[in-house]
Nanobody, 119 residues
Framework: QVQLVESGGGLVQAGGSLRLSCAAS????????MGWYRQTPGKQRELVAT???????NYADSVKGRFTISRDNAKNTVYLQMNSLEPDDTAVYYC?????????????WGQGTQVTVSS
C-alpha cells in the first residue's frame, strides 16, 4: 500500500501564495501519475492539476497561470505552488497518487489539507 503525507496548507489573504507538498511512502513498484484535487462542502472533488512520471502536466482552467505542479521522483513527492490565490480557491486539497504494486495498480489519497483564502 501507499501512504501520502501532505503539508503546506493554511490561511492566506487573496493574492498570496502557498506551496503544498505530498510525500508518498510504501512499497510500490512505481508511482505514476500524481496530482492534486480539491473539495468544498457540498461539492464533488475536482481536479486541480496532475503530473505524469515523465513530467507532463495538466491543469484545471481555473488555475492555469497561477498554480504550478511539480514532482521529485527520487523522493516520491509532488508539489503544488499556488500563486495569486483567490477566495474561490478555498477548499480542502487532496493529494493523489497512482501506484503500480506487485500485480496491480491503484489510486491513493492523502488525508487532505485545508487552504483558506480570505478576501
Amino acid at each position: 500500500q501507499v501512504q501520502l503525507v501532505e503539508s503546506g496548507g493554511g490561511l492566506v489573504q487573496a493574492g498570496g501564495s502557498l506551496r503544498l507538498s505530498c510525500a508518498a511512502s510504501g512499497s510500490p513498484f512505481s508511482i505514476n501519475d500524481m496530482g492534486w484535487y480539491r473539495q468544498t462542502p457540498g461539492k464533488q472533488r475536482e481536479l486541480v492539476a496532475t503530473i505524469s512520471r515523465s513530467g507532463g502536466t495538466n491543469y484545471a482552467d481555473s488555475v492555469k497561470g497561477r498554480f504550478t505542479i511539480s514532482r521529485d521522483n527520487a523522493k516520491n513527492t509532488v508539489y503544488l505552488q499556488m500563486n495569486s490565490l483567490e477566495p474561490d480557491d478555498t477548499a480542502v486539497y487532496y493529494c493523489n497518487a497512482r501506484a503500480r504494486m506487485s500485480w496491480y495498480s491503484d489510486s491513493y489519497w492523502g488525508q487532505g489539507t485545508q487552504v483558506t483564502v480570505s478576501s
